[in-house]
């Protein structure tokens, strides 16, 4: 079976700090997808990424970047110079692909917020 | 272009009613699927449709159901309401049912069993 673990639940910041959300993943297939997700206070999920798994180069898009790494089954992500804006609960989630469709399992999420 | 849409945004239903939610994808989506959310187990996927098919289902009680029409469009419904069932559902679609493309969620349907 697949899981997805966030540790972190909650990680308060000042503005302009870095930040690093962590996300570590279970699962027995050599398929899969990885994706963040943002979600405001108003409740829907907003798409950040989707990686698969035979991709292991590091992203970077703005103030976002993401590092995967299939040695250690983590799929971190890093908001630099945070801002009041990026206050939300952050979801790391895992998609296997098989014959009978497929299914996100999410973490746990992380609530970040950002103090000016 | 316009996202995924959920009616009603918000619900208010007695313990022992019935309940249909609808969700419309992005147009020419033709992958639709169901999530729980709640505090306690966090988000929980219910179901996925495929033209028209459902294709995968997650661990609900029969309860729970769903289907999609040949517009693509999707209902879940929940019979014989309880209080745990107080949840947001979030409707997410997909131009494919095999994640290689990314998911869009609606912002979701907030039930409150009473």
């Known amino acids: 079976a697949q899981k997805v673990t966030q540790a972190q639940t909650e990680i308060s910041v000042v503005e302009k700090e870095d930040v690093t959300l962590d996300c570590v993943y279970e699962t027995r297939d050599t398929t899969y997808y990885l994706f963040w997700y943002k979600q405001p206070p108003s409740g829907e999920l907003v798409f950040l990424i989707r990686?698969?798994?035979?991709?292991?180069q590091n992203e970077i898009s703005g103030r976002y970047s993401w590092n995967f790494q299939k040695s250690t089954s983590s799929f971190n992500f890093t908001i630099t110079a945070s801002q009041v804006v990026d206050s939300a609960v952050y979801f790391c989630a895992l998609s296997e692909v098989g014959t009978s469709g497929s299914r996100l399992t999410f973490g746990e999420g992380t609530q970040l917020t950002v103090n000016p | 272009k316009a996202g995924v849409t959920q009616t009603p945004r918000y619900l208010i239903k007695t313990r022992g009613q019935q309940v249909t939610l609808s969700c419309s994808p992005i147009?020419?989506?033709?992958?639709v699927s169901w999530y729980q959310q709640t505090p306690g187990q966090g988000l929980q996927f219910l179901f996925e449709?495929?033209?028209?098919?459902?294709?995968n289902k997650g661990n609900f009680p029969g309860r729970f159901s769903g289907r999609q029409f040949s517009n693509s469009r999707s209902e879940m419904n929940v019979s014989t309401l309880e209080l745990g069932d107080s949840a947001l559902y979030l409707c997410a679609s997909s131009l494919t049912a095999q994640m290689n493309t990314e998911a869009f969620f609606g912002q979701g349907t907030r039930l409150t069993v009473v």
């Open positions: 449709y495929f033209s028209e098919t459902q294709r």
């Open positions: 147009s020419g989506h033709r992958s």
């Open positions: 990686r698969n798994s035979f991709d292991e």
